[in-house]
């Protein structure tokens, strides 16, 4: 297992650094100057040039690469290049809006997902596990956005029951009112998000139900429902795990979408906003940051993987 981990681990740094230089080398073919951003129209050559030596644009790449990434190393992810405000403050401060938002997305979807595509797998053949199917696959091709404007008509203007923008100025100091901002947004990440992961439990169940250990349960006397429920069903759970981070990565990228429609004040919003203005050392650090979460739940994942799967183990 140590040996595993350590691999995995060498290769989850291995990606960051190429995740790095990628995000660092793409930003700088995106057409604009931040340097004339600041300084303004009305601005001479002459002041254009002086703000762009005190940003350090006219830098080689590699030296700007050099500083940014070291900085990073040493927790410091650099101050924006328009406000000079500390990049990791505000990174801490939209992460108290966009990873409570991601924690409840992930529950809602998998709450529609697991018991969902279980049910669909045992009612195959059926209409209800038609139904669910069809059902599934029909909200899984929605765009977040569209479900997002859907959820607002129903819930927001047609019952009231939830606000259809915005989050409150006092933050989680106002937990219920907080809570209430992010269901919308959840709700809308969540339903899509669902809708894609219980396909796969409905075919990794129905896998399941394939297997010897389970026609073997049967055989001893259980029914097929009850063999399946006994047996199979705690098989599904490898297979979820397996692709959570895949449903991770579709919730960030929701997020970003999301944060937006329902203008809360997030890492996603925050992002789009700094891209319009080419705040470079913001994007590329909170970039770098989405994809570092991203990977690091791909080895989580992998690792608790090989933890619970005994045919991982036996291999080594």
Request: no cysteine; net charge positive.
């Amino acid at each position: 297992m140590l040996r595993y981990a350590l691999t995995r681990g060498v290769l989850l740094l291995a990606g960051l650094l190429v995740s790095s230089v990628l995000i660092f080398l793409t930003l700088r073919v995106f057409p604009g100057d931040v340097a004339q951003l600041v300084a303004g129209t009305q601005a001479s050559r002459e002041q254009v040039e002086a703000l762009r030596e005190a940003l350090g644009l006219n830098r080689p790449l590699l030296i700007q690469y050099a500083e940014w990434i070291g900085g990073v190393l040493r927790g410091d992810l650099g101050t924006s290049q328009l406000s000079g405000a500390s990049v990791s403050a505000e990174l801490i401060e939209k992460s108290r809006v966009t990873v409570p938002l991601g924690l409840m997305s992930l529950a809602i979807a998998l709450l529609i997902a697991v018991p969902f595509g279980i049910l669909s797998a045992m009612l195959r053949g059926r209409a209800g596990g038609t139904a669910l199917s069809v059902g599934a696959q029909a909200v899984a091709a929605v765009p977040v956005i569209w479900a997002g404007m859907m959820l607002v008509v129903v819930f927001a203007h047609w019952l009231g029951w939830l606000p259809a923008q915005g989050f409150p100025r006092t933050g989680w100091a106002t937990p219920v009112r907080a809570f209430e901002s992010l269901l919308l947004p959840a709700l809308t990440i969540g339903i899509v998000e669902g809708a894609m992961l219980m396909r796969f439990v409905r075919s990794a169940t129905l896998q399941a139900a394939g297997q010897d250990f389970v026609r073997t349960a049967a055989a001893k006397g259980l029914s097929r429902r009850q063999a399946l429920v006994r047996h199979g069903i705690p098989a599904v759970g490898l297979s979820i795990v397996t692709v959570l981070g895949l449903q991770v990565a579709g919730i960030i990228v929701g997020s970003v979408v999301i944060e937006q429609l329902f203008t809360l004040p997030g890492i996603g919003r925050m992002l789009v906003a700094d891209v319009g203005t080419r705040d470079l050392v913001k994007v590329q650090s909170e970039l770098l940051v989405l994809t570092g979460f991203v990977l690091v739940v791909g080895f989580v994942v992998d690792l608790v993987h090989h933890a619970i799967d005994p045919r991982q183990r036996e291999a080594e």
